[in-house]
C-alpha cells in the first residue's frame, strides 16, 4: 500500500486549506496525523474505508473535515479557521481499524508541511 500527502503550503491565520492523501489501495481506514518539531506525534482525524464514519482529535473537532473520493483514491483533509498551533508536518496512514494510536497503522506516506502564520 503507497501513499502521498500534498497540498500543504503557508497559509495566515483564520484562513482554511485543504490536504490531500493519495492511496493506492482500497478498503483501509485513513488517518491523518500531524507532528510539530519537538512535539510527539498527534492524532488528528481518521476516516472509515467506506467514508461513513469518521472521528477526529480534541483540538481539530469542529474545525477540520476529512472525507474521501474512492474513486479519486484519495482522501482529503479540509482545514478551517487555522491558528499557528496547527503547524506541523501533516501524513496519512492506511490501517484496519479506526484508531488514534499511530502505531496501529500499518502503512504510512511521506508528509506534507503546513506553516500557519499569525
Known amino acids: 500500500v503507497q501513499l502521498q500527502a500534498s497540498g500543504g503550503g503557508l497559509v495566515q491565520a483564520g484562513n482554511s486549506l485543504r490536504v490531500s492523501c493519495s492511496y493506492s489501495?482500497?478498503?483501509?481506514?485513513v488517518g491523518w496525523f500531524r507532528q510539530a518539531p519537538g512535539k510527539e506525534r498527534e492524532f488528528v482525524a481518521a476516516v472509515s474505508w467506506n467514508g461513513d464514519h469518521t472521528m477526529y482529535g480534541e483540538s481539530v473537532n469542529g474545525r477540520f473535515t476529512i472525507s474521501r473520493d474512492d474513486a479519486k483514491r484519495t482522501v482529503y483533509l479540509q482545514m478551517d479557521r487555522l491558528k499557528p498551533e496547527d503547524t506541523a508536518n501533516y501524513s496519512c496512514?492506511?490501517?484496519?481499524?479506526?484508531?488514534?494510536?499511530?502505531?496501529?497503522?500499518?502503512?504510512w506516506g511521506q508528509g506534507t508541511q503546513v506553516t500557519v502564520s499569525s
Open positions: 496512514a492506511a490501517g484496519l481499524a479506526m484508531e488514534i494510536q499511530a502505531r496501529r497503522y500499518l502503512y
Open positions: 489501495i482500497r478498503n483501509y481506514v
